[in-house]
């Protein structure tokens, strides 16, 4: 859950901390902006950290950072944490990272939802016919009884009416349960981006 949120928040962490920091604002400001809410998670992380710097029991910036990097699940917040603690200890230009930064992860979430987009394809025609064939084969064999009656039932012995309405009953209850699964099938695929 907590790399879903941090996928899900970090591109617009990094654009924000981009036009902060390349209006002047520094470093731990912009990590306070953030920290005052509005990005899920990395918010939380970077309040919690602002506040122990504030106490004086987090040891600096760069420690902060570091510890925050041990917590980080998504490959992406790590990067955006270690460019920070790279930022804190050698002075790099910060702003033109958070750029690169920023634009790769535009990509990867484009490409993910490309392929989100294309595994989706085949779902709304298997729902299509699910929904339909399914429902018209079972109502075919719930009318077998009454087609079989008269001349054609001395040829062959068909069930009870009760017997093939349960298992057109239960055959519906399948079709809704398929149907449910591959909508849920199609939702776990969701990038949640």
Avoid: C, W
Wanted: without cysteine.
């Amino acid at each position: 859950m907590r790399k879903l949120d941090e996928k899900r928040e970090l591109l617009y962490v990094i654009r924000t901390m981009d036009v902060l920091m390349s209006s002047g604002v520094g470093l731990e400001a912009a990590i306070h902006t953030i920290g005052k809410g509005g990005y899920g998670i990395i918010s939380e992380d970077f309040s919690s950290m602002m506040k122990r710097l504030r106490k004086g029991s987090g040891g600096g910036l760069d420690k902060e950072l570091k510890g925050m990097m041990k917590k980080a699940e998504s490959a992406g917040y790590k990067r955006l944490l270690n460019t920070l603690y790279t930022n804190v200890t050698q002075n790099t230009d910060l702003v033109e990272t958070l750029k690169k930064q920023g634009a790769r992860i535009e990509e990867e979430r484009t490409a993910d939802v490309e392929k989100y987009i294309e595994e989706l394809g085949g779902v709304p025609e298997t729902l299509l016919s699910i929904g339909m064939i399914g429902p018209i084969i079972l109502s075919i064999v719930g009318l077998v009884p009454q087609l079989m009656s008269g001349d054609l039932g001395a040829f062959m012995s068909l069930p009870d009416s009760s017997t093939i309405n349960a298992v057109v009953n239960m055959g519906l209850f399948v079709t809704l349960l398929a149907m449910a699964a591959v909508g849920i099938k199609a939702h776990t695929k969701d990038p949640g981006l």
